[in-house]
């Protein structure tokens, strides 16, 4: 069975980092991109990138370039995204989601994370 | 970037009833146009990929249809599970957009 499992809530002051984690299990890690997505409160899905397990190469959408950093760990199939200088638009919740690196959709989803950015 | 334009925003549709939701492109996607579920507080859900496929599990009443710029998922009998939000996204080029959603409700 294919699961994604994602690290716990987190609360956070401005300016801090936070460095997310994604366990995958029951495929080959390698096999599959992992992407993540953010949804902040009662909004829609926005893409923040991919990385491929393979070989670590990643892509970022534009507008997150400067803010999450996306590692792979092949050794205990964890995928990472750092977050750095967090602000208030940061507070979201996080998901990771895996996608076929030769084709096909995002098929399944960790259940996400919240990240809160407060004082 | 490819613009992801859904409608409508909210629906409210009767158990039995068809459903239709749409998802217009910015330019053409070449059928990579992907459907999702979501209901409150779970992670998103695979319905449809490639504009018409089920995905593993999905029931039957959903189904998907399109090419070029518009695409359309139809819940063929509206059951109460189905309250959720429905995203799209587009898979032809990168960076992948979703659609802002459509939330249906049961009237």
């Known amino acids: 069975e294919v699961q994604l499992q994602q690290s716990g809530p987190e609360l956070q002051r401005p300016g801090a980092s936070v460095k997310l984690s994604c366990k995958a299990s029951g495929y080959t890690f390698t096999e599959y991109y992992m992407y993540w997505v953010k949804q902040r409160p009662k909004q829609g899905l926005e893409l923040i990138g991919r990385?491929?397990?393979?070989?670590?190469?990643?892509d970022y959408v534009e507008k997150f370039k400067n803010k999450a950093t996306l590692t792979a760990d092949t050794s205990s199939n964890t995928a990472y995204m750092q977050l750095s200088s967090l602000t208030s638009e940061d507070t979201a919740t996080y998901f990771c989601?895996?996608?076929?690196?030769?084709?096909?959709?995002?098929?399944?989803w960790g259940q996400g994370v919240m990240v809160t950015v407060s004082s | 970037d490819i613009q992801m334009t859904q409608s409508p925003s909210f629906l409210s549709a009767s158990v039995g009833e068809r459903v239709t939701l749409s998802c217009k492109a910015s330019q053409n996607i070449n059928k990579y146009l992907d459907w999702y579920q979501q209901k409150l507080g779970e992670a998103p859900k695979l319905l449809i990929y490639?504009?018409?496929n089920l995905h593993t599990g999905i029931p039957s009443r959903f189904s998907g249809s399109g090419s070029g710029t518009d695409y359309t998922l139809t819940i063929s009998s509206l059951q109460p599970e189905d309250v959720a939000t429905y995203f799209c996204l587009q898979r032809n080029s990168w960076p992948n957009t979703f659609g802002a959603g459509t939330k249906l409700e049961l009237k």
């Open positions: 990385i491929d397990p393979e070989d670590g190469s990643t």
């Open positions: 490639n504009t018409n």
């Open positions: 989601a895996r996608r076929g690196t030769t084709s096909g959709p995002i098929d399944y």
